[in-house]
């Protein structure tokens, strides 16, 4: 059992207020690893996102090794995590190598990478794949360096059998089977596990490989679930806040010491913005915590898209307590147009249409909706029509102009 990489984070840079939280998550999945008797993971990019020294904790943590082999101390160019592993099963020997894409570079190794450097992808794979090569059966290759570079690593590098693909896009593809090679990878979102056979004979070497469902009637590991079920019980008792920073007692110090307002709820946009607001009720983003299941109402992975503010000062801040504050439920106004408490007092800042689209797309990603389409999705939208279209994004303009 291997894992591709980018396991840890879903992306390359973390806030000093959620960094605790997800560290936490990532300790979880460690043990579950653990649990699981994972052979190995290879780091992918995003997993650098807390630095080398939580990295460090995590490895210590683990019971397989997490490889990386061209990821060097810049001075000696040792590497600085195992680059290979070999795994037995019955008679074969499965040589496994992990690597992060080049095109990384020390900026892109998080807090600390300016003592590291990342060497090339392609001579680092050569060199190990020859060496486990004469050792082994079998030689496999961890990453999550985008598709089309393990095509290019297939047709120049005959001594790789597999490549394992930790794709950060959460995109479900079919395998690529290049020469004597083939390319595997599975949705980050967890939907599947990715299966491959491989057949070894004095003839040659056969690879199948199939996706298995992780459907609802799949039994859960007891063990793997204590794990889950404690992380999200600690995560629904804990009020998400900035790390020290005193809570605030009223509407008047919040803006006052952290500089911004606080979120209101859409019932108090509709005062003004009528309708749009009763549009917005009758739109999905309006039902967003109702087509949560219940079983997930304390997940934090899934709240950040079905709530308002989630984490925020005034937001929506203590999971499964949605009566506390403003009914921030569901994915409303200031979502897109941030917290409305100073407003119309101080204009809402205006936004490029790239902001635009990257808000839209915190959600909206290719595994969870793959139908997206931003200019059709935004006629949907009541703000976008009429006389609030100066609000929010007109058709063909490049930009958000102010309310």
């Given amino acids: 059992m291997v894992d591709g990489g980018n396991l840890f984070f879903s992306k390359s840079q973390l806030h000093a207020s959620e960094q605790e939280r997800l560290l936490r998550k990532a300790r979880v999945l460690v043990d579950g690893y653990n649990a699981m008797g994972v052979d190995a993971v290879a780091l992918g990019p995003l997993d650098f996102a807390a630095g080398f020294t939580a990295l460090g904790e995590l490895q210590r943590q683990a019971q397989f090794p997490l490889l990386c082999a061209n990821i060097v101390h810049r001075d000696s160019g040792v590497p600085v995590f195992q680059p290979t592993a070999v795994v037995r099963r019955g008679v074969l020997r499965v040589g496994l190598i992990g690597v992060v894409d080049s095109a990384l570079g020390a900026r892109g190794l998080g807090p600390g990478g300016e003592d590291y450097r990342v060497e090339p992808l392609f001579s680092t794979i050569s060199h190990y794949a020859d060496e486990l090569a004469g050792q082994c059966d079998l030689v496999v290759v961890l990453s999550a360096v985008p598709m089309k570079k393990f095509r290019l690593l297939a047709k120049k590098l005959p001594t790789v059998d597999f490549y394992v693909a930790g794709d950060p896009q959460d995109k479900l593809r079919i395998p690529w089977t290049i020469g004597d090679a083939m390319i595997a990878s599975t949705t980050q979102l967890g939907r599947y596990l990715g299966s491959a056979h491989i057949v070894v004979d004095g003839g040659g070497k056969w690879v199948t490989h199939q996706f298995v469902p992780m459907k609802p009637e799949c039994r859960d590991a007891p063990a793997v679930k204590r794990l889950v079920d404690g992380y999200y019980r600690d995560a629904a008792v804990s009020r998400l806040q900035t790390p020290g920073g005193p809570a605030p007692d009223d509407e008047e110090r919040v803006n006052l010491v952290y500089g911004g307002a606080v979120y209101v709820?859409?019932?108090?946009?509709?005062?003004?913005?009528?309708?749009?607001?009763?549009?917005?009720?009758?739109?999905?983003?309006?039902?967003?915590?109702?087509?949560?299941?219940?079983?997930?109402?304390?997940?934090?992975?899934?709240?950040?898209?079905?709530?308002?503010?989630?984490?925020?000062?005034?937001?929506?801040?203590?999971?499964?307590?949605?009566?506390?504050?403003?009914?921030?439920?569901?994915?409303?106004?200031?979502?897109?147009?941030?917290?409305?408490?100073?407003?119309?007092?101080?204009?809402?800042?205006?936004?490029?249409?790239?902001?635009?689209?990257?808000?839209?797309?915190?959600?909206?990603?290719?595994?969870?909706?793959?139908?997206?389409?931003?200019?059709?999705?935004l006629s949907r939208i009541a703000c976008t029509q009429g006389e609030h279209a100066a609000a929010t994004l007109p058709a063909g303009a490049g930009s958000v102009s102010k309310q």
């Fill in 265 to 377: 709820g859409a019932a108090e946009c509709g005062r003004c913005h009528g309708d749009a607001y009763l549009a917005w009720q009758r739109l999905p983003h309006a039902r967003a915590w109702q087509d949560l299941p219940e079983a997930n109402r304390n997940r934090l992975e899934c709240l950040e898209c079905h709530v308002t503010g989630l984490g925020r000062w005034g937001g929506y801040g203590h999971p499964g307590a949605a009566e506390e504050g403003p009914n921030l439920v569901g994915v409303q106004c200031e979502v897109c147009h941030g917290p409305g408490s100073l407003h119309p007092a101080v204009e809402l800042a205006s936004a490029s249409r790239a902001q635009v689209v990257k808000r839209c797309r915190t959600c909206h990603t290719p595994a969870r909706s793959p139908k997206f389409r931003l200019q059709e999705y």
